[in-house]
């Protein structure tokens, strides 16, 4: 995942380029998408059945950042749909967009299931 968000991009050139403060979030949290979220923030987020953002830290080497351990969802009580992408958000509800990324393989949860990004699976990268 290295797509940024319309959001984060204009924060960033504020910040280096016109000295505008920005504060980085203190806990972000990924979100699991049924239709791409885009730079724009308007994809379908998974809703109901007990979903929930699931907060993540990461650790940086080089150019890149990966979650430090494994980020797991709330056991689905309602089929969540065919999870296609997963996003980078600053808040549990709502909030800006951050980054986004398609999976590598989509993923149908249905009513029982858990979803789970293992410890180090969750790549973001600056090139």
Known sequence: MSAFSNYLENKILLHVLSNTSYTSPTTVYLGLHTADPTDAGTGTEVSGGS???????????????SNTS????????????????????????????????????????????VFRVPAGDLDITLD
């Open 51 to 65: 979903y929930a953002r699931q907060s993540f830290a990461s650790t940086i080497s080089g150019n890149a950042a």
């Open 70 to 113: 494994a980020i797991e969802f709330p056991t689905a009580t309602a089929t969540w749909g065919t999870v296609g992408w997963v996003a980078v958000w600053d808040n549990l509800t709502s909030g800006n967009l951050l980054f986004h990324g398609a999976l590598t393989t989509s993923k149908t949860i249905a009513s029982g299931d």
